[in-house]
């Protein structure tokens, strides 16, 4: 699939439109049932990007194409332990403020995770690379755990979804490698 530049919509997820999203996605899956994930800075963002066996995105009867960021009310940048670097890093996408007000909770995620039909699923197949951190930060917050908030080992990244980005580079290489496709 060749994505028209400027075409992918990221549909950031306030706290009081999330159980909408989730119902949203609920619905939806049956016909995308390709999910990759990232998160950035543990407790702070998480990506979602949902495709179908074609790499096609959601539309919802637009032009647009469309992923998915949920963004954290937890983290308190005045009281977590965290790297300024990679706080600076985010600030230049991110008003933490504005997610304390109207972040999603933690908890409410992973309970709406449980309902969504994303996980325990067998029609579903993630899409993982460098994951296995996100799936223990998935697991980690089904469990209604936090991980640690600070993430010094990243140099430097682009605030944006590696969702989008990890579902083509992977079905490029399966493409290329396998000469088939996600299906």
């Known amino acids: 699939m060749t994505l028209p530049c400027g075409s992918v919509m ?5 706290s009081y439109n999330l159980e909408s999203e989730f119902e949203l996605i609920y619905f939806i899956i ?20 949902i495709s179908d066996d074609h790499e096609n995105l959601p539309t919802f009867g637009t032009s647009n ?21 990679s706080i600076a890093l985010l600030r230049q996408g991110m008003n933490f403020d504005k997610n304390r007000k109207f972040g999603v909770s933690i908890v409410r995620f992973a309970e709406l995770m ?7 699923n067998n029609n579903i197949q993630w899409i993982a ?15 209604f755990e936090s991980l640690g ?20 580079v992977f079905n490029k290489i399966e493409t290329f490698c396998f000469h088939t496709s996600l299906a």
Do not use: Q
Not at 65 to 85: A, G, K, Q
Not at 114 to 120: N, P, T, V
Not at 129 to 143: D, Q, R, S
């Open 149 to 168: 908030l600070d993430n010094s080992s990243r140099k430097s990244h682009h605030i944006g979804s590696d969702s989008l980005v990890i579902l083509h």
């Open 10 to 14: 990221t549909r950031s997820v306030p």
């Open 129 to 143: 690379f460098h994951n296995a951190y996100h799936f223990e930060y998935i697991v980690k917050i089904l469990e």
């Open 114 to 120: 449980m309902f969504s039909g994303l996980l325990c």
């Open 65 to 85: 194409l469309f992923i998915w960021e949920f963004y954290f009310c937890e983290f308190d940048v005045t009281r977590h332990p965290h790297v300024s670097h």
């Open 30 to 49: 049956v016909l995308y049932p390709f999910i990759s994930m990232d998160t950035e800075f543990p407790d702070v963002v998480f990506h979602l990007t």
